[in-house]
C-alpha cells in the first residue's frame, strides 16, 4: 500500500490553457503558458502582462470558447 505518500504531482498539460471538465469547462492561462512562448521574461513580467492584459485575454477565451461550442453543436450528432 501507499500508507503516508502522496501520489507525485502530474505535469501540467498546457497548449495556451488548461481545460477542466465537469458539468462546465474551465480554461486557465498562467504565467507558465506566457513563459512558454517569451522565456526571456521573469515570472514577474509573465503576471505583470497576464495583470495588463486579463480583460482582453478573458474576452477572447469567452469568443473562441462559444465560437467552438456553436461549431461542435451544429455538427452534433446528438439531436433529439
Known amino acids: ?5 502522496q501520489p507525485p504531482p502530474k505535469p ?3 497548449v495556451f490553457a488548461l481545460a477542466t471538465q465537469s458539468s462546465s469547462v474551465r480554461a486557465e492561462i498562467d504565467a507558465q503558458d506566457v513563459l512558454s512562448l517569451r522565456p526571456d521574461w521573469s515570472e514577474t513580467q509573465a ?3 497576464l495583470r495588463e492584459h486579463t480583460d482582453f485575454i478573458g474576452n477572447e477565451m469567452v469568443v473562441a470558447g462559444a465560437a ?13
Open 68 to 80: 467552438a461550442l456553436a461549431a461542435l453543436i451544429k455538427r452534433s450528432r446528438h439531436d433529439k
Open 12 to 14: 501540467k498539460v498546457s
Open 1 to 5: 500500500m501507499n500508507e503516508g505518500k
Open 47 to 49: 503576471n505583470a502582462f
